[in-house]
């Protein structure tokens, strides 16, 4: 009789010393989730990722968007130019600035067609993989290259093969640029010889307004690049710039 009493006891005191014990846990617990640093990634910082598609509404267009960069594919260049003076359309040139300052001539033929240019860095790099500095080293650079020769400022940047990291956004943003990717691939740099495959990768896509398509100069762009202009205009929309898709201060 006196071993239980003891072992109830004994029981009761272990039974509270773990429950102070939680407590005090419980405490410390509360104490450093309360104190600890905010989560570098948050709902915020995902506000400011590239912009996939327009963000003005019913805008009516789908901006059609060419990235060049390497220099060898002048020739498309002017072919897509071609085609976009028959079909009475306006798009995005997106350019590096080595490529600029050795192709001035017909980065003004681009502009003084119509088209827009925008920034597509200096050199075709892994932005994501850049700092702070390197990648506002690039970006400005680009800019001052481009927007001297055309006489007037770029309004957009896309990080070459849409390589961006916070670092990269940051940068760009610090010299007013607004951001972007795009939601509708070509992907006519795998299939430079196969206009076809373009075709029917584009009519697989989900095309809405507001929606960005990415090209390049390719032999295969050139000739399948009315077939996506009319894809575009079934749909009831129109092919255009990435300023008529965007709220541009």
């Not at 102070?20 to 506000?47: C, H, M, W, Y």
């Not at 010299?175 to 691939?185: E, G, H, M, R, S």
Request: overall charge neutral; proline content about 2%; aromatic content about 8%.
């Amino acid at each position: 009789m006196i071993m239980m009493v003891l072992n109830k006891g004994k029981l009761k005191k272990i039974i509270i010393f773990i429950l102070i014990l939680l407590l005090i846990l419980g405490g410390i617990v509360f104490t450093v989730k309360r104190n600890e640093a905010t989560p570098s990634i948050n709902i915020l910082d995902l506000a400011k990722a590239p912009y996939t598609q327009g963000t003005k509404k019913n805008s009516g267009y789908v901006a059609l968007t060419c990235n060049v960069d390497l220099g060898w594919e002048d020739e498309y260049v002017i072919s897509i130019l071609e085609t976009l003076k028959k079909e009475n359309v306006h798009i995005t040139f997106n350019v590096t600035g080595k490529w600029a300052e050795n192709k001035k001539d017909l980065l003004m033929k681009i502009k003084n067609e119509g088209h827009e240019i925008g920034n597509h860095g200096y050199k075709h790099l892994d932005y994501a993989t850049l700092s702070y500095d390197d990648n506002y080293k690039q970006i400005s650079t680009s800019k001052k290259i481009i927007e001297e020769a055309l006489g007037e400022e770029t309004k957009f940047f896309q990080a070459p093969s849409g390589s961006f990291g916070s670092d990269t956004v940051k940068a760009a943003e610090s010299l007013n640029y607004i951001c972007f990717k795009w939601d509708v691939d070509t992907i006519d740099w795998q299939d430079k010889d196969n206009p076809q495959r373009i075709i029917e990768r584009i009519k697989n896509k989900d095309i809405v307004d507001g929606s960005i398509v990415l090209m390049h100069p390719t032999n295969a762009t050139t000739k399948c690049l009315d077939d996506i202009i009319q894809i575009i205009r079934d749909k009831n929309l129109k092919p255009g710039r990435l300023s008529d898709v965007f709220v541009v201060d």
